[in-house]
Nanobody
């Protein structure tokens, strides 16, 4: 079992920044992928960004150049630095964990965080 605890969501104005954190605990494999999906009501959950413990990364096109995902493998923690936020980034952001490298298919996700709300509004 793996437990994920997220923090860092909130309300921010357009153009502002937020940093999300997600700490994993439990049965952590040395090779794994952690990242973030997001979801708005009425839409499917979509991948935002992911990074494996050996450096493989993925970003959805809409956040490239604005969001950066990083990790502290010693702490089993992944971070999502979100800059130049837009109203369309408003969503619940869910951290995830998979016991494999380069894994960012939603159907493969077994472990999810509780979700943190990011609201971008003036």
């Amino acid at each position: 079992q793996v437990q994920l605890v997220e923090s860092g969501g909130g309300l921010v104005q357009p153009g502002g920044s937020l940093r999300l954190s997600c700490a994993a605990s439990g049965s952590i494999f040395s090779i794994n992928t952690m990242g973030w999906f997001r979801q708005v009501p009425g839409k499917e959950r979509e991948l935002v960004a992911a990074r494996s413990s050996v450096g493989s990364t993925a970003y959805v096109d809409s956040v490239k150049g604005r969001f950066t995902i990083s990790r502290d493998n010693a702490k089993n923690t992944v971070y999502l630095q979100m800059n130049s936020l837009k109203a369309e980034d408003t969503a619940v952001y869910y951290c995830y964990y998979i016991n494999r490298d380069r894994s960012w298919q939603i159907g493969d996700v077994r472990y999810w965080g509780q979700g943190t709300l990011v609201t971008v509004s003036s």
